[in-house]
């Protein structure tokens, strides 16, 4: 671990759910859309999928305001 200007290098506590969240709800919006723009029927997985990834933020954000 190396010290630069006083930062330690380490990654924040809740980074990996919050950037593992963001990354899920990016995916199952953008096959929700073009689910929808090709008019095919939507599948539910795609909506577990950005609904897992807003829980994993909404986590992720709680690990960092706890400490």
């Known amino acids: 671990m190396t010290v630069r200007n006083g930062h330690t290098g ?6 990996a759910p919050r950037f ?18 090709a008019a095919s029927p939507l599948d539910p997985f795609y909506i577990l999928m950005a609904a897992a990834g807003a829980a994993l933020i909404a986590f992720g954000s709680r690990k960092v305001r706890k400490g």
């Open 20 to 37: 593992l969240g963001a990354a899920l709800v990016s995916l199952g919006i953008l096959n929700i859309l073009l689910s929808t723009r």
């Open 10 to 15: 380490r990654i924040k506590k809740g980074a």
